[in-house]
């Protein structure tokens, strides 16, 4: 392939790209790692809101946690509002900002400043009371109002 890469790949990248995706959970076979690697590493923007990247950890294979199944390559902004509205859709301890995480097997605290900002993570754990309290005692401490 005669195209430009619009970055510079450091010794390895394949291997170690194709070791990160599966530590991350993708699933795929050979033939489909070699023709979404070579899409990473041309692509030179976001397939959703069209961005250029500017750094090569801008670009992200958006997955589906669940199956491993790869979907798109997107920037980081679009993957971030992406996992925000899976926390949304996975929230099943009843408080708002309270959400599992299927993926780590936990549950994650997290806030949202204001509507045109993605959530800020606060705190992460196993334990849904503990969290609950947390979680309490962190809105009495920074006067946080839901």
């Not at 890469?5 to 790692?33: A, D, I, R, S, V």
């Not at 798109?72 to 009843?94: A, E, P, Q, V, W």
């Not at 993605?118 to 839901?146: G, M, P, R």
Request: some cysteine; aromatic content about 16%.
């Amino acid at each position: 392939m005669n195209k430009e890469l619009p970055f510079k790949l450091c010794n390895g990248h394949k291997p170690k790209t194709k070791y990160q995706w599966k530590k991350l959970g993708m699933k795929f076979t050979e033939e489909e790692f070699k023709i979404w690697y070579e899409k990473y590493i041309y692509l030179s923007h976001c397939n959703l809101c069209n961005t250029k990247f500017k750094t090569v950890k801008d670009r992200n294979l958006d997955h589906d946690h669940d199956t491993g199944e790869i979907r798109d390559i997107i920037c980081r902004s679009c993957n971030n509002k992406r996992y925000d509205n899976k926390l949304k859709k996975t929230n099943t301890s009843g408080y708002r900002n309270i959400f599992y995480e299927k993926r780590y097997k936990r549950y994650v605290f997290s806030i949202k400043p204001s509507p045109n900002q993605n959530a800020k993570y606060i705190k992460s754990c196993v334990n849904l009371e503990k969290l609950v309290k947390f979680a309490e005692n962190w809105y009495k401490e920074n006067d946080y109002h839901t």
